[in-house]
């Protein structure tokens, strides 16, 4: 089995900064994909940022020049860099990996970013 447990949510005023980071552990013998979805209440989750294992990164547009993905692939971490954050940003923000020789998703239970006007 495989575990992912974010870490990082909270509470930020409006054009403030968070850092989330998402860590990896069980049976894991490749990360293919790591990254981040998001579901605001109501809402259909949403990919927010995703890094491959050699470094290539997508971006939704929403984040795109505020948000920063990055990973440890030695520690099977992943970050994401929040800056400039809007209430618009407001959501659980769920991480997700793609594990193994058929790279099956895995996700996190979930962290609650909320972002104050």
């Known amino acids: 089995q495989v575990q992912l447990v974010e870490s990082g949510g909270g509470l930020v005023q409006a054009g403030g900064s968070l850092r989330l980071s998402c860590v990896a552990s069980?049976?894991?013998?490749?990360?293919?994909?790591m990254g981040w979805y998001r579901q605001a209440p109501d809402e259909q989750r949403e990919m927010v940022a995703m890094?491959?294992?050699?470094?290539?990164?997508d971006y939704a547009d929403s984040v795109k020049g505020r948000f920063t993905i990055s990973r440890d692939n030695a520690k099977n971490t992943v970050y994401l860099q929040m800056a400039s954050l809007k209430p618009e940003d407001t959501a659980v923000y769920f991480c997700?990996?793609?594990?193994?020789?058929?790279?099956?998703?895995?996700w996190g239970q979930g962290t609650q970013v909320t972002v104050s006007s």
């Open positions: 890094i491959q294992s050699g470094g290539s990164t």
């Open positions: 069980g049976m894991i013998f490749r990360i293919s994909d």
């Open positions: 997700a990996a793609d594990v193994g020789r058929f790279s099956k998703r895995y």
